[in-house]
T-cell receptor
Framework: AQSVTQLGSHVSVSEGALVLLRCNYS??????LFWYVQYPNQGLQLLLK??????LVKGINGFEAEFKKSETSFHLTKPSAHMSDAAEYFC????????????FGTGTQLKVEL | GAVVSQHPSRVICKSGTSVKIECRSL??????MFWYRQFPKQSLMLMAT?????????EQGVEKDKFLINHASLTLSTLTVTSAHPEDSSFYIC?????????????????FGPGTRLTVT
């Protein structure tokens, strides 16, 4: 079985500061990993994904994430937070042959303060 | 590209009535769509996998007779909440699966609709 753990249900940063949202996964087979962002009362938008290849993945809006197999982690980072980054962020995992059924983490609410 | 729409965006219905939610892939075809529900400040829980031309596959604990799914075409899946009760009030989100890549390196992505807020009174 696969699972995702997001540490910290709420993260608060100052505008311009580094954003770090943590995600650890558990999977018995090589995982595909995703980060999604959700704004209030909206669906999910894909930020970035890791399938195979380069372990440092760059996504939209300046976000990136690094797949670290040894740490079973896929933390999301952004060098400088903007007010518009305030949203809910979900890490998700699936695996090849799994029919692309995503298992989501519990989400992290990012707050950006002036 | 890869836009998914849902209709309606919000619906309020009385207890005991049925509500149909539509999920459409606007600029691509999707043989597989997924239905999720999301309670306030919680994560998405997969309810079922909708396959065009065949019966949906429901996750454990999801009542198939209560949540009827029809995927009659490659661009439309519908979720009908039958005999709705207040505990069915939730945010329902669909997604459509898209194959990406070429040759031996094909993976899948899900594109999500904007969600439907169901309130049962």
């Amino acid at each position: 079985a696969q699972s995702v753990t997001q540490l910290g249900s709420h993260v608060s940063v100052s505008e311009g500061a580094l954003v770090l949202l943590r995600c650890n996964y558990s999977s018995s087979v090589p995982p595909y990993l995703f980060w999604y962002v959700q704004y209030p009362n909206q669906g999910l938008q894909l930020l970035l994904k890791y399938t195979t290849g380069a372990t440092l993945v760059k996504g939209i809006n300046g976000f990136e994430a690094e797949f670290k197999k040894s740490e079973t982690s896929f933390h999301l980072t952004k060098p400088s937070a903007h007010m518009s980054d305030a949203a809910e962020y979900f890490c998700a995992v699936t695996f090849t042959g799994g029919g692309n059924k995503l298992t989501f983490g519990t989400g992290t609410q990012l707050k950006v303060e002036l | 590209g890869a836009v998914v729409s849902q209709h309606p965006s919000r619906v309020i219905c009385k207890s005991g009535t049925s509500v149909k939610i539509e999920c459409r892939s606007l600029d691509f075809q999707a043989t597989t769509m997924f239905w999720y529900r999301q309670f306030p400040k919680q994560s998405l829980m997969l309810m079922a996998t909708s396959n065009e031309g065949s019966k949906a596959t429901y996750e454990q604990g999801v009542e198939k007779d209560k949540f009827l799914i029809n995927h009659a075409s490659l661009t439309l899946s519908t979720l009908t909440v039958t005999s709705a009760h207040p505990e069915d009030s939730s945010f329902y989100i669909c997604s459509a699966r898209v194959a990406v890549g070429q040759g031996g390196r094909v993976s899948y992505e899900q594109y999500f609709g904007p969600g439907t807020r169901l309130t049962v009174t």
